[in-house]
């Protein structure tokens, strides 16, 4: 299984990226996004349920970051608008198996398999 995530790059504030995680072979029953700092922990993003397409967000992305199926690449997309210099990060989606309950959607010991990581840099 593998996971691909692509579409980072270096972004004026206020602007605009779309990321992509691309799933070889098959769906899986949850996606999700985290994003990481040098010295800080991965933390939560977004996440969406494949099936019921019920999606999820941190409080600091939410209005600003979507998160949508990519039925063609069996994958997802990740729409940011609204960047800031804070969202500067590597950012990896992972994926589960099966569907993530909800109690542990935000953490990552709940998911299965992890892309590589793309950076995004926003610019002041």
């Known amino acids: 299984v593998q996971l691909q995530a692509s579409g980072g790059g270096l972004v004026q504030a206020g602007g605009s990226l779309r990321l992509s995680c691309a799933a070889s072979?098959?769906?899986?029953?949850?996606y999700a996004w985290f994003r990481q700092t040098p010295g800080k922990e991965r933390e939560f993003v977004s996440a969406?349920?494949?099936?019921?397409?019920?999606?999820y967000y941190a409080d600091s992305v939410k209005g600003r970051f979507t998160i949508s199926r990519d039925n063609a690449e069996k994958g997802v997309y990740l729409q940011m608008n609204s960047l800031k210099p804070e969202d500067t990060a590597v950012y990896y989606c992972?994926?589960?198996?099966?569907?993530?309950?909800?109690?542990?959607?935000?953490?990552?010991?709940?998911?299965?398999?992890w892309g590589q990581g793309t950076q995004v840099t926003v610019s002041s």
């Open positions: 969406i349920r494949w099936s019921e397409r019920s999606t």
């Open positions: 072979a098959r769906t899986f029953g949850g």
């Open positions: 992972a994926a589960k198996t099966t569907r993530p309950i909800l109690s542990n959607i935000r953490n990552t010991d709940a998911y299965d398999f």
